[in-house]
């Protein structure tokens, strides 16, 4: 049976490119978990677009209903507008983040997605959440490599690690 599940993500970047993390809030009936992450070095949008990706595969229950409001239209149009699907077909030629995008498809195959844009820092809790969540976890120690975005050949990212 499907569950319906409410996912609130942003993503969060100091300099784009610079340290970046995301946050995620899921929320199912009275279930309630928060989720984030730092990196070293990487973009805002590779941020917004992996915490849609983490979030989703945090879900334990397949073809779940699941509804996710983010502030990055990048992600949003992409996905509503059917863009991300016009550049699989294409393999992703001259298109920013096409590992991201690959995996993310993976897993959004396995639900029911739908995505609602919601306009940041404009006093939505929930995202609130969300963008302390992105910037904690970015302003920690120790934080992750974001190899997909060090490894990518259309930035110079290499040179700033």
Request: glycine share 8%; net charge positive.
């Amino acid at each position: 049976m499907p569950v319906n599940i409410t996912m609130y993500t942003d993503g969060a970047a100091s300099g784009n490119p610079g340290p970046g993390g995301y946050g995620i809030v899921l929320i199912s009936g009275n279930h309630r978990k928060t989720f984030s992450e730092g990196f070293k070095l990487t973009t805002n949008n590779r941020m917004e677009l992996l915490a849609v990706i983490v979030g989703l595969e945090k879900l334990k229950i397949k073809n779940s209903n699941v509804t996710i409001y983010t502030d990055s239209k990048y992600v949003a149009d992409a996905v509503e507008k059917g863009w991300v699907f016009e550049w699989q077909k294409k393999g992703f030629k001259k298109k920013k983040n096409p590992d991201l995008w690959q995996r993310f498809l993976n897993i959004y195959s396995e639900h029911n997605v739908k995505f609602v844009w919601i306009k940041g820092h404009a006093n939505n809790p929930e995202n609130e959440i969300c963008d302390t969540l992105a910037v904690n976890a970015y302003k920690k120690e120790n934080l992750n490599v974001d190899l997909g975005y060090i490894n990518s050949k259309d930035d110079n990212a290499i040179q700033f690690v």
